[in-house]
């Protein structure tokens, strides 16, 4: 899409956005500029996941997927504008029949480049984002106006993340955010018949293993917190269940995120 627009306007991609997104909803500290950067912009350190600092920022020539500098208040006017769009109350960049579309699932739950949950006054538009040293998350709801986003200059930051996010939805009332549980005894005998790879894709699969008697996914280090002994959820939202096969022998795993 970055290059099919290029393409289309014979412009470079910082200014095709510049002008068709930030400077209509005055998004000031925001571009997709990489190594020259205009004079009003300071940076944020970018932070390894054992806390050192790289020394030099990252260049992302696929700036549409990796490129966006910006801030929390700028974020914050584009899900202003999309809540506003679908409301019928605004069209600076999407009209409000595009940005409805933007807002309808298109495959399981993922609409034209946002993740779509909830129904009824609950649904609510979010995306994540992270590259080398950052990690950031934005979320709202079009019909209560509610929303918020987070972004941090460290990696591997996803629970802390979605913590602040879940503390911003009990304090303001979101509608189906917060979902209570209730943690269970699991005897470790139990732990040691959920370990194994789960194929998720034919080219990812996650690893389940026990760690000083923590049930984890290997690859990220998230916990598996026990409600039952086959229903697990993660600190950052997700929710998974081992199902077993007629001999009571675990066979898969069933992971529920957002």
């Known amino acids: 899409l970055q290059q099919l627009l290029i393409d289309v306007t014979g412009k470079p991609f910082p200014e095709i956005i510049l002008q068709t997104v930030f400077q209509r909803l005055k998004m000031l500290h925001s571009t997709f500029q990489q190594a020259a950067l205009p004079n009003n912009f300071s940076v944020a350190t970018a932070h390894q ?13 696929e700036m549409a997927a990796a490129g966006l500098r910006s801030t929390p208040s700028d974020l914050a006017r584009f899900v202003i504008e999309i809540q506003k769009s679908s ?3 605004t069209g600076k960049v999407l009209s409000t029949e595009m940005t ?4 309808t699932p298109q495959i399981e739950n993922a609409g034209l480049g946002v993740f779509i949950a909830g129904k009824g006054r609950a649904v609510r538009f979010s995306h994540g984002g992270g590259n080398q040293g950052f990690f950031s998350y934005m979320i709202g709801y079009p019909e209560t106006g509610q929303g918020a986003v987070v972004m941090v200059n460290g990696m591997d930051y996803w629970g802390l993340v979605h913590e602040i996010v879940r503390g911003i939805a009990a304090e303001y009332g979101w509608p189906d955010y917060i979902h209570e549980h209730t943690l269970a005894k699991v005897d470790s ?4 018949k959920l370990v194994g790879r789960y194929e998720i894709t034919s080219d990812f699969a996650l690893t389940v293993a026990i760690d000083n008697g923590r049930l984890l996914f290997k690859e990220s280090e998230g916990e598996l917190l026990p409600e039952s002994e086959t229903q697990f959820f993660l600190m950052d939202g997700r929710r998974v269940t081992f199902t077993k096969d007629e001999r009571g022998i675990v066979n898969e ?6």
Not at 50 to 59: A, T
Not at 100 to 103: C, K, N, V
Not at 189 to 192: F, G, P
């Open 49 to 61: 996941a054992s806390g050192e600092k790289y020394e030099c920022p990252f260049i992302y020539p």
């Open 87 to 89: 409301l019928g109350n």
């Open 100 to 103: 409805r579309r933007m807002l």
């Open 189 to 192: 005998a139990v732990y040691s």
């Open 253 to 258: 795993m069933v992971i529920q995120q957002n």
